[in-house]
T-cell receptor
Framework: DGGITQSPKYLFRKEGQNVTLSCEQN?????MYWYRQDPGQGLRLIYY???????QKGDIAEGYSVSREKKESFPLTVTSAQKNPTAFYLC???????????????FGSGTRLTVV | AQKITQTQPGMFVQEKEAVTLDCTYD???????LFWYKQPSSGEMIFLIY??????QNATEGRYSLNFQKARKSANLVISASQLGDSAMYFC??????????????FGTGTRLTIIP
């Protein structure tokens, strides 16, 4: 079955370390997104990518980096510059972010990152 | 300014009763879509229902319906005959047209719904 796979489900990071969250989709979707979720704040957009080898900053990109070398993959790196990285991270994809307004997103099951 | 506003942080509802979750939005784009997602404690986001700005009728999907009042910029979710499994966080989201350069989904802060047996 098609879907989005996020790994790992739980991740622990020491202060000053970079960590990479994986997101893979086999839906043949063009666009992929990373959201951060904190309690009481809903989902906030970190980065998004509409095509391979191209991506744009979202509302809270500072301290994060991404790559889109393959259509299926959109990994997120949380760098040591991110001062408060403890959160729940959700990856999503959609068929085409540039044309059809009605398309919703398909979400992964999320990665819970904790700084120890 | 907030694009999506959900004013109910939490709600408690008796099982089998109907419940309305409020959502108001702000946009100057004539073409947009409104979505509702359910997030159980496990964390995944489950798509519930969609309403397009040009749709003449309110969207319905099983026990879910969307009370769309365009002039008031309101898109409330109605769950009929609530069940214990409906206990979750519910998010309202909006997607504007690419011409306005903001085709990404923007989410509200969510409402935590608890169904009481």
């Amino acid at each position: 079955d098609g879907g989005i796979t996020q790994s790992p489900k739980y991740l622990f990071r020491k202060e000053g370390q970079n960590v990479t969250l994986s997101c893979e989709q086999n839906l043949n979707h063009d666009a992929m997104y990373w959201y951060r979720q904190d309690p009481g704040q809903g989902l906030r957009l970190i980065y998004y990518s509409q095509i391979v080898n191209d991506f744009q900053k979202g509302d809270i990109a500072e301290g994060y980096s991404v790559s889109r070398e393959k259509k299926e993959s959109f990994p997120l790196t949380v760098t040591s510059a991110q001062k408060n990285p403890t959160a729940f991270y959700l990856c999503a994809s959609s068929i085409d972010s540039g044309v059809v307004v009605s398309d919703g997103y398909t979400f992964g099951s999320g990665t819970r990152l904790t700084v120890v | 300014a907030q694009k999506i506003t959900q004013t109910q942080p939490g709600m408690f509802v008796q099982e089998k009763e109907a419940v309305t979750l409020d959502c108001t939005y702000d946009t100057s784009d004539p073409s947009y879509g409104l979505f509702w997602y359910k997030q159980p404690s496990s964390g995944e986001m489950i798509f519930l229902i969609y309403q397009g700005s040009y749709d003449q009728q309110n969207a319905t999907e099983g026990r879910y319906s969307l009370n769309f009042q365009k002039a008031r910029k309101s898109a409330n979710l109605v769950i009929s005959a609530s069940q214990l499994g409906d206990s979750a966080m519910y998010f309202c989201a909006m997607r504007e047209s690419p011409n306005f350069g903001n085709e990404k989904l923007t989410f509200g802060t969510g409402t935590r719904l608890t169904i009481i047996p």
